[in-house]
Nanobody, 131 residues
Protein backbone atom coordinates (compact mmCIF):
# COMPACT_ATOMS: atom_id res chain seq x y z
CA UNK A 1 0.00 0.00 0.00
CA UNK A 2 1.29 3.42 -0.97
CA UNK A 3 2.01 5.92 1.78
CA UNK A 4 2.89 9.53 1.10
CA UNK A 5 4.08 11.92 3.81
CA UNK A 6 4.53 15.58 2.96
CA UNK A 7 6.42 18.18 4.96
CA UNK A 8 8.12 21.53 4.58
CA UNK A 9 5.24 23.94 4.29
CA UNK A 10 5.06 27.14 6.26
CA UNK A 11 4.19 30.79 6.36
CA UNK A 12 6.52 33.02 4.36
CA UNK A 13 6.58 36.37 2.64
CA UNK A 14 6.29 37.13 -1.03
CA UNK A 15 9.59 36.36 -2.78
CA UNK A 16 10.67 33.76 -0.24
CA UNK A 17 11.32 30.07 -0.85
CA UNK A 18 10.18 26.79 0.62
CA UNK A 19 11.26 23.21 0.07
CA UNK A 20 8.54 20.58 0.24
CA UNK A 21 9.48 16.95 0.79
CA UNK A 22 7.45 13.85 0.07
CA UNK A 23 8.59 10.59 1.60
CA UNK A 24 7.18 7.68 -0.36
CA UNK A 25 6.76 4.17 0.99
CA UNK A 26 5.07 1.06 -0.29
CA UNK A 27 6.33 1.57 -3.83
CA UNK A 28 9.69 2.19 -5.45
CA UNK A 29 10.31 5.36 -7.41
CA UNK A 30 12.22 3.30 -9.95
CA UNK A 31 8.85 2.04 -11.14
CA UNK A 32 6.31 4.82 -10.55
CA UNK A 33 6.16 8.53 -11.25
CA UNK A 34 5.31 10.99 -8.49
CA UNK A 35 3.75 14.42 -8.61
CA UNK A 36 2.47 17.32 -6.55
CA UNK A 37 -1.02 18.72 -6.23
CA UNK A 38 -2.18 22.04 -4.87
CA UNK A 39 -5.56 22.76 -3.37
CA UNK A 40 -7.02 26.11 -2.43
CA UNK A 41 -10.30 26.48 -0.52
CA UNK A 42 -13.35 25.87 -2.68
CA UNK A 43 -11.42 24.35 -5.57
CA UNK A 44 -10.38 20.90 -6.70
CA UNK A 45 -6.89 19.61 -6.26
CA UNK A 46 -4.77 20.59 -9.25
CA UNK A 47 -1.75 18.76 -10.55
CA UNK A 48 1.08 21.30 -10.72
CA UNK A 49 4.22 19.22 -11.14
CA UNK A 50 5.34 15.67 -11.78
CA UNK A 51 8.55 13.76 -12.36
CA UNK A 52 9.04 10.54 -14.29
CA UNK A 53 11.27 8.89 -11.72
CA UNK A 54 10.46 5.56 -13.36
CA UNK A 55 11.83 6.45 -16.79
CA UNK A 56 13.94 9.37 -17.96
CA UNK A 57 13.42 11.87 -15.14
CA UNK A 58 11.45 14.21 -17.37
CA UNK A 59 9.22 16.69 -15.61
CA UNK A 60 5.94 18.51 -15.95
CA UNK A 61 5.07 21.93 -14.54
CA UNK A 62 1.88 23.93 -14.68
CA UNK A 63 2.50 27.08 -16.70
CA UNK A 64 2.22 29.45 -13.76
CA UNK A 65 4.94 27.68 -11.75
CA UNK A 66 7.44 27.14 -14.56
CA UNK A 67 10.71 28.83 -13.78
CA UNK A 68 9.84 29.19 -10.09
CA UNK A 69 9.24 25.63 -8.90
CA UNK A 70 11.63 22.72 -9.35
CA UNK A 71 10.85 19.05 -8.81
CA UNK A 72 13.51 16.44 -8.26
CA UNK A 73 13.76 13.01 -6.71
CA UNK A 74 16.12 10.81 -4.78
CA UNK A 75 15.36 7.28 -5.90
CA UNK A 76 17.66 5.81 -3.25
CA UNK A 77 15.90 7.56 -0.37
CA UNK A 78 12.55 7.22 -2.13
CA UNK A 79 11.59 10.85 -1.76
CA UNK A 80 10.51 13.67 -4.04
CA UNK A 81 11.27 17.33 -3.44
CA UNK A 82 9.37 20.36 -4.72
CA UNK A 83 11.46 23.51 -4.42
CA UNK A 84 9.28 26.62 -4.38
CA UNK A 85 11.07 29.86 -5.23
CA UNK A 86 9.88 33.41 -5.72
CA UNK A 87 6.63 32.63 -3.96
CA UNK A 88 3.62 34.89 -4.38
CA UNK A 89 0.37 35.07 -2.39
CA UNK A 90 -1.30 33.21 -5.27
CA UNK A 91 0.82 30.15 -4.48
CA UNK A 92 -0.86 29.60 -1.13
CA UNK A 93 -2.69 26.35 -0.57
CA UNK A 94 -2.29 22.84 0.72
CA UNK A 95 0.28 20.87 -1.25
CA UNK A 96 -0.07 17.14 -1.62
CA UNK A 97 2.21 14.48 -3.00
CA UNK A 98 0.57 12.00 -5.35
CA UNK A 99 1.24 8.88 -7.35
CA UNK A 100 -0.87 6.30 -9.13
CA UNK A 101 0.64 2.86 -9.46
CA UNK A 102 0.64 0.97 -11.72
CA UNK A 103 0.06 3.83 -14.19
CA UNK A 104 3.34 4.25 -16.13
CA UNK A 105 2.21 7.50 -17.81
CA UNK A 106 1.12 9.36 -14.70
CA UNK A 107 2.93 12.60 -15.49
CA UNK A 108 1.52 12.75 -19.01
CA UNK A 109 -1.97 12.19 -17.65
CA UNK A 110 -1.49 14.95 -15.08
CA UNK A 111 -0.29 17.28 -17.83
CA UNK A 112 -3.36 16.58 -19.97
CA UNK A 113 -5.90 16.58 -17.13
CA UNK A 114 -4.57 18.50 -14.12
CA UNK A 115 -7.95 18.58 -12.38
CA UNK A 116 -8.75 14.89 -12.77
CA UNK A 117 -9.66 12.96 -9.61
CA UNK A 118 -6.31 11.74 -8.31
CA UNK A 119 -6.42 8.50 -6.37
CA UNK A 120 -3.78 8.89 -3.68
CA UNK A 121 -2.23 11.65 -1.62
CA UNK A 122 -0.82 12.25 1.84
CA UNK A 123 -1.98 14.53 4.62
CA UNK A 124 -0.69 17.59 2.82
CA UNK A 125 1.46 20.50 3.90
CA UNK A 126 0.16 24.05 3.99
CA UNK A 127 1.85 26.98 2.30
CA UNK A 128 0.91 30.53 3.26
CA UNK A 129 2.44 33.51 1.50
CA UNK A 130 1.91 37.07 2.66
CA UNK A 131 2.53 40.09 0.53
Amino acid sequence: QVQLVESGGGSVRSGDSLRLTCVVSGITLDYYAVGWLRQVPGKEREGISCINTNTDGSTYYADYVKGRFTIFADNVKNLVILQLDTLTPEDKGVYYCTTEPPNPSFCEIMRDAPYRPFTSWGQGTQVLVSS
